[in-house]
């Protein structure tokens, strides 16, 4: 049973960081292209950031280039993205996903709130 599993999300002032992580089970993780979504209310949801499974090159939404950072862990199942200057409409669930030719799986997402 393939298991996405995000944490790492909370209430942050705005210019502040966080964390989140992914850890992946059921799946060779290596193999996947990983990748951070995330979802305003009332809005579609929306790539944030990749890295591929091979290499580890990565692709970033224009609106988090240069204030975020994808990362992987092979030996630990677990991707991660680094958020920096956070901002109020950085306010979304994001979720974890996994993506391998016909494969794609989901987290449940973890609350990422940017309020003073």
């Known amino acids: 049973q393939v298991q996405l599993v995000e944490s790492g999300g909370g209430l942050v002032q705005p210019g502040g960081s966080l964390r989140l992580s992914c850890v992946a089970s059921?799946?060779?993780?290596?193999?996947?292209?990983m990748s951070w979504y995330r979802q305003a209310p009332g809005k579609e949801r929306e790539l944030v950031a990749r890295i591929f499974g091979a290499g580890g090159s990565t692709n970033y939404a224009d609106s988090m280039k240069g204030r975020s950072t994808i990362s992987r862990d092979n030996a630990k199942n677990t991707v991660y993205l680094q958020m920096n200057s956070l901002k109020p409409e950085d306010t979304a669930v994001y979720y974890c996903?996994?993506?391998?030719?016909?494969?794609?799986?989901w987290g449940k997402g973890t609350l990422v709130t940017v309020s003073s």
């Open positions: 996903n996994a993506q391998l030719i016909f494969m794609n799986y």
């Open positions: 059921g799946i060779t993780f290596g193999s996947y292209t």
